[in-house]
């Protein structure tokens, strides 16, 4: 069994901002790298149970990202994308996100690599377009996702 | 004298967003293009005390944008800049926006041009990373330069 880090996501109601705080056993160097190639991204992101169909993933200033998968009892495909407005290596990424059963409802995030005792305090601040938004979002169930997500990714930093 | 519309601006006390509404005696492809065409962008972009001294935009998706200009005694250079999320033409631009004294305080805006009674009507719904920042972008008189800005726009589609 790998012991894993908790996970602190807080979204204080009446704002639109969702806050995670991650710690990981590998250098920010190594979990920076999980967040920008493609194919270590794709191996990583989201619950277990979700099948990844398409990752894009272009980590400059200016840059596209978009992942699709497939969920629900239909079995639809349902997608993230947006650009990243700027990518410090190791250090820094922010990007715009939009969720695309909610077109035009676009936020943005700020994902944060430090280095702390060897390892790594991951730090994400999640902006929405509205407090609604924001709502939404974390009562899909997101919370389960991020968490998972990251199990796997401690599970992948650790092979 | 020219009679112009008012500027609606909300900044709603607790809430990291600025929501402004402005009608312009013109169409939507003529205010849109005011607001992608580089040059035109320059011709009533702040206030009228505002020299621009640079100015670069690509309103395409992942394209840059970015204005300089000089201001206080110190005739210090400020910059305002981002990328565009998505622009879709004469109906609506989503960008992120940075300003220089404030590095990575990125913030998102959605800009809607909506055609009403032959006229247009312009929808800017701005949101800041914190209550902070936005606080501080309102205490900063932004308001003025907005208000300023369509008085100059409103006699550019007039001329």
Redesign the interface.
């Known amino acids: 069994m790998t012991l894993t880090h908790p996970t602190s996501i807080t979204a204080r109601p009446?704002?639109?901002f969702v806050d995670i705080v991650r710690e990981f056993d590998a250098t920010p160097a190594a979990v920076f790298r999980a967040h920008t190639d493609r194919e270590l991204f794709a191996r990583w992101t989201g619950p277990r149970t979700m099948q990844l169909d398409e990752v894009e993933l272009d980590p400059t200033?200016?840059?596209?990202w978009r992942f699709a998968f497939r969920a629900g009892e239909d079995d639809m495909q349902m997608s993230f994308s947006?650009?990243?407005?700027?990518v410090e290596p190791n250090a820094?990424i922010?990007q715009?996100f939009?969720f695309s059963l909610a077109p035009?409802q676009?936020?943005?995030s700020?994902i944060t690599f430090a280095e702390v005792n060897g390892g790594t305090r991951l730090t994400v601040?999640e902006?929405?377009?509205?407090?609604e938004a924001r709502d939404a979002a974390m009562a899909s169930g997101m919370d389960h996702g991020i968490v998972e997500g990251y199990e796997r990714l401690d599970e992948m930093l650790a092979a």
């Open positions: 009446g704002l639109p200033s200016g840059g596209r947006g650009v990243f407005h700027n820094l922010i715009t939009e035009n676009v936020g943005v700020s601040h902006v929405y377009p509205s407090v």
